[in-house]
């Protein structure tokens, strides 16, 4: 039996590993937004978490780490839902596809700007770029890109299309949080209208 | 001449209150661009400035004032500058009118967007509303309100589209600046073409 032993040990701590990092990243997410960033300590997630606090050390060195994790795992988790439902259209529905990462963005958006809030809290101004705007830039011009060469519009650039729609909606969709209006069907409705008259032939 | 003495004591200590905080703003925004804010002492301010720090605390409490200061001035200049491009245009032709906010307010940018970053250093992601935003945004609402009055376009929401016209602006821009394209004249082109698209009856 002990020629095993190396091989079951090391897939008993392959697969807790992610699934312990989704606990603490999840128990993380949870007290940024009931506490507070700064009034969390690492305490308090372990213990939210059921976990040692050797284990957390095991996967993440401060609290930053985690904010780290949290913000990859929510860029991930808003581009994987934006594909998923473009991916639900037609490969030769350019305008439906559109539709679909507007809607998907835009619902994503308004029921989660309480953790856009925390894990881009130190995002301002200065900071032209990140990994995660890159991230859904190259996305969305890729969509546009394909349309673009089908011939369903007409862009004289699709990368700067790509910032026209997603800060756009950003700003509309801001602008719709900061006065509590939160239902997205009104606003995918607005800004389906004026952001599609942008792809046209 | 004894009662005109407190008249002449007024005019002259009125006039030199806004040269004498301009001075100081001025200043303030040399050393804030080339030391960086936080490097920056009041009392470089008033060396730079060539006043006595009793004058400096006469206008202002803090270094922070002065920079609010400086922001209240930034804003109302991008504001003035734009307008002034505005009144330029005949009152009916409401596409030029859009046409010279866009160019203004692409090539205000582009020149001052070290000052900006450093007047909105502290604005983040969650701070979805500022005085500065909402003049902007009302100034260009205005200009679209004419235009739909009139009839030279047909919006669904004209507010909602001062958002997309002006944060689609900033987006395409700042990749701009994050790639060192600072000719304002290729980004005016092609946000000409791709936003006047939304201006249509």
Redesign the interface.
């Known amino acids: 039996m002990k020629p095993e032993m190396p091989r079951a040990r090391r897939q008993r701590r392959v697969l807790p590993a992610e699934v312990r990092t989704g606990h603490l990243i999840a128990a993380a997410a949870e007290l940024f937004l009931s506490k507070g960033l700064d009034a969390t300590t690492v305490d308090d997630i372990v213990a939210r978490a059921g976990v040692a606090k050797g284990t957390f050390y095991h996967y993440f060195t401060t609290k930053a780490d985690v904010l780290l994790a949290l913000r990859a795992r929510f860029s991930q988790d808003f581009n994987s839902r934006a594909q998923a439902a473009i991916d639900a259209c037609a490969p030769d529905d350019h305008h439906a596809r559109f539709r679909a990462w507007l809607r998907g963005a835009v619902s994503a958006y308004v029921a989660n700007f309480r953790l ?2 925390v894990v ?7 900071r ?2 990140s990994q995660e705007k890159d991230m859904v830039i190259d996305q969305l011009a890729a969509l546009l890109d394909a349309g673009q060469k089908a011939g369903a519009w007409n ?3 699709t ?3 790509a ?10 969709v ?2 719709a ?2 006065s509590a209006r939160l239902d997205p069907e009104p606003l995918c ?3 389906e ?3 599609g ?2 792809l ?1 032939r």
Chains 1, 2 share one sequence.
């Open positions: 856009h809030d881009f809290h130190d995002f301002t101004h200065d032209r770029r862009l004289p650039d990368r700067a299309a910032f026209i729609l997603f800060d756009g909606m950003h700003g509309v801001d602008d949080i900061a409705e607005i800004l209208d004026m952001l008259r942008m046209i």
